[in-house]
């Protein structure tokens, strides 16, 4: 994995952040989701680094990476402080405008970067996800037997922290392994990768913040951008799993459109897991994207 990388740590904004970084040409930021780290770009990062400098980076309380104590509101863990944190590391490593490709968690950090730092950002993919907002105000029974975890972790530590760091590996693989795909998409480096991870101290701290930061403080933050007309307004390419959960319980493009003013994407054949599911189209879709932004539709 990661044949051509060096793995690095950079102090920014009061934490570490772990990262690996190799190949030539524009940056690309990747930022990964739960319950995973950087290492969920196994499958693609070499190729891109044909074309460009890459950064796969482990989001603070995750991976490599530093995890700050609790804090009221989960603020330490806010879309802006980890937003903050990539944008600092890419400015630390000389790169003050950059694309990024993200998923999951890793996505709406992403989404929240775009709207504090609109200056960094090219252009965006994010994977799986609709906009925080929309999704907790349009949840029904179907998404929430899906997305579980979305409320077992936030609820006050330090009970889904004590569950989890009890039995981590039971942990990852229900939620891993129950999504459509099952765990066929994970090589057993990579779920070793996982494992060791979870399993560091503080770990189920920092997913539980995570999650608890987008159930609160995310969502006030959010909502500001609403109210001020505040507007994702860089080029943006969602793309979505047709057997996942996102593309069955919410619109992604419509919701989108509502906050981005330059938006193409669709539904690709996976889960959730798409840079591990279908890494190959993944790379189809993201070089015609960064080739050619003015395309509306992959449908």
Request: glycine share 6%; hydrophobic share 40%.
């Amino acid at each position: 994995m990661f044949t051509s990388f060096k793995i690095e740590q950079k102090s920014v904004n009061g934490i570490k952040i772990n990262y690996r970084i190799g190949g030539d040409g524009p940056p690309l930021l990747l930022l990964h989701g739960h319950p995973q780290t950087h290492v969920i770009w196994h499958k693609v990062a070499d190729k891109l680094a044909a074309n460009f400098t890459v950064v796969a980076a482990d989001l603070r309380g995750y991976g490599d990476s530093d995890k700050p104590a609790l804090s009221e509101q989960a603020q330490a863990y806010s879309k802006r402080e980890m937003a903050k944190d990539q944008v600092e590391l890419m400015g630390q490593l000389g790169f003050n405008h950059f694309s990024l490709i993200a998923h999951d968690r890793g996505a709406r950090v992403a989404h929240r970067m775009q709207l504090d730092h609109p200056q960094s950002i090219k252009r965006m993919v994010l994977l799986d996800i609709a906009p925080t907002l929309s999704m907790y105000r349009q949840t029904n029974e179907e998404f929430a037997r899906a997305y579980w975890h979305w409320f077992f972790l936030i609820r006050p530590a330090p009970l889904p922290e004590s569950l989890i760091e009890a039995d981590p590996e039971n942990y990852l693989r229900s939620v891993m392994g129950t999504r459509s795909a099952k765990m066929a998409p994970f090589t057993d480096d990579a779920f070793a990768e996982y494992l060791r991870c979870i399993s560091l101290s503080g770990a189920a701290r920092g997913i539980c913040e995570d999650y608890r930061a987008s159930a609160s403080i995310d969502l006030v933050h959010d909502q500001q951008d609403v109210d001020s007309h505040n507007k994702v307004s860089c080029p943006l390419m969602v793309l979505w799993g047709e057997h996942g959960t996102v593309g069955k319980c919410f619109d992604p493009l419509a919701e989108w459109q509502k906050v981005a003013v330059n938006v193409c994407g669709g539904e690709l054949p996976s889960g959730h897991y798409i840079p591990e599911e279908a890494p190959e189209l993944l790379l189809e879709r993201v070089t015609e994207f960064f080739a050619n932004t003015e395309k509306e539709s992959f449908n």
